[in-house]
T-cell receptor
Framework: EAGVTQSPTHLIKTRGQQATLRCSPISGHTSVYWYQQALGLGLQFLLWYDEGEERNRGNFPPRFSGRQFPNYSSELNVNALELEDSALYLC?????????????FGPGTRLTVT | DAKTTQPPSMDCAEGRAANLPCNHSTISGNEYVYWYRQIHSQGPQYIIHGLKNNETNEMASLIITEDRKSSTLILPHATLRDTAVYYCIVRVLGNTGKLIFGQGTTLQVKP
């Protein structure tokens, strides 16, 4: 069974540009989660999508946004990039957004903002 | 979600059991204990979770005290590949979706 996949593996952008990161969940999973892991700050929850709807959002500015497509894949967009947005962005998926379903993570996209 | 406390680092000899403790003294009755690990620069990996009974799977065992204020993750025969940061997370039964990661315990398995 294929795991969560993310693309691209690495992304280099300059300040002010926009970045688009993509995630494909495990087959059958309807929920997708996004996390940011910046150096020294640990893993922080960004967004949760389930059945195409945004269900929860972490403490991040509105320039972090995303969407979930009918096939349950997801996209994270970061507008007006700042240097501190440099981080590993991790996507996870689970069977459903209810209860205590465990989340399975992808390998991440390393975003570097110069 | 309840806060967790873990030692920042631990060492374990290869082939021996690794016992990773976690304190969650403010845990509520509807909160589960989850364990994840993150091997350097990879995505976190789900290990195990439980509510109040001890749990075991092919990766590890989870021992939760009777008062549920602490738990221990046991890797029965640690290998070098088990070197990672281990996160203990207490998650409310509900629809918040998010996992709150603390600093975790860096486990170094030594030959």
């Amino acid at each position: 069974e294929a795991g969560v996949t993310q693309s691209p593996t690495h992304l280099i952008k300059t300040r002010g540009q926009q970045a688009t990161l993509r995630c494909s969940p495990i087959s059958g999973h309807t929920s997708v989660y996004w996390y940011q892991q910046a150096l020294g700050l640990g893993l922080q929850f960004l967004l949760w999508y389930d059945e195409g709807e945004e269900r929860n959002r972490g403490n991040f500015p509105p320039r972090f946004s995303g969407r979930q497509f009918p096939n349950y894949s997801s996209e994270l967009n970061v507008n007006a990039l700042e240097l501190e947005d440099s981080a590993l962005y991790l996507c996870a998926s689970s069977l459903a957004g209810q209860g205590v379903d465990e989340q399975y993570f992808g390998p991440g996209t390393r975003l570097t903002v110069t | 979600d309840a806060k967790t406390t873990q030692p920042p680092s631990m060492d374990c000899a290869e082939g021996r059991a690794a016992n990773l403790p976690c304190n969650h003294s403010t845990i509520s009755g509807n909160e589960y204990v989850y364990w994840y690990r993150q091997i350097h620069s990879q995505g976190p990996q789900y290990i195990i979770h439980g509510l109040k009974n001890n749990e075991t799977n092919e990766m590890a065992s989870l021992i939760i005290t009777e008062d549920r204020k602490s738990s221990t993750l046991i890797l029965p025969h640690a290998t070098l590949r088990d070197t990672a940061v281990y996160y203990c997370i207490v998650r409310v039964l509900g629809n918040t979706g998010k996992l709150i990661f603390g600093q975790g315990t860096t486990l170094q398995v030594k030959p």
